[in-house]
T-cell receptor, first 116, second 116 residues
């Protein structure tokens, strides 16, 4: 596709439900990132993949958060037993470079998660 | 620690005014990368510029210009002759590879409102 796409765009979950958020990066992009953006704040890093390898998951806030990219393209961010503090916009970004170049990251439109 | 500070939370200007958005960063890395992103009301982050730490030349792109000063750890962004379409949240971000890996470290953003 032309850009990074994310689905669903909006998700409402009841506290305790599990959710899965999908990211389709730009075709051929090696690097994929997930960020969490709370209302009125800048995005905060969650995790990073280079192809199918998850090289950095230092930003995941708890073991309820899990991300995968099994074939090195589409990625899924899963949140188990959602809590109200998980309410945020979840942004996915992809980049054509691996670690060495630190090229710009292209962002998707985000998934707005609301936990009731 | 790596950090990006955008001290201006909100700025309001009238069309055709010039406006400067401030960004101050902290890192112990000698090699690092600085970025500006625009987030319009639609929510999707749009890449504006990338600058590495070894290139202190100022850059101009149309009505946009950037001033990078290592001596003051600042990377300020100026919009000349602002337009209503410039209204958005602007984020300054840092990649500090040795200290913080590949993740973008964002400031909290500056909301720019341009009125006609």
């Amino acid at each position: 596709g032309a850009g990074v796409s994310q689905s669903p765009r909006y998700k409402v979950a009841k506290r305790g439900q599990d959710v899965a958020l999908r990211c389709d990066p730009i075709s051929g992009h090696v690097s994929l990132f997930w960020y969490q953006q709370a209302l009125g704040q800048g995005p905060e890093f969650l995790t990073y993949f280079q192809n199918e390898a998850q090289l950095d998951k230092s930003g995941l806030p708890s073991d309820r958060f899990f991300a995968e990219r099994p074939e090195g393209s589409v990625s899924t961010l899963k949140i188990q037993r959602t809590q109200q503090e998980d309410s945020a916009v979840y942004l996915c970004a992809s980049s054509s470079s691996g670690r060495a170049s630190y090229n710009e990251q292209f962002f998707g439109p985000g998934t707005r998660l609301t936990v009731l | 620690a790596q950090k990006v500070t955008q001290a201006q939370t909100e700025i309001s200007v009238v069309e055709k005014e010039d406006v400067t958005l401030d960004c101050v960063y902290e890192t112990r890395d000698t090699t690092y990368y600085l970025f500006w992103y625009k987030q319009p009301p639609s929510g999707e982050l749009v890449f504006l510029i990338r600058r590495n730490s070894f290139d202190e030349q100022n850059e101009i792109s149309g009505r946009y210009s950037w001033n990078f000063q290592k001596s003051t750890s600042s990377f300020n962004f100026t919009i000349t002759a602002s337009q209503v379409v410039d209204s958005a949240v602007y984020f300054c971000a840092l990649v500090s590879p040795n200290q913080a890996g590949t993740a973008l470290i964002f400031g909290k953003g500056t909301t720019l409102s341009v009125s006609s």
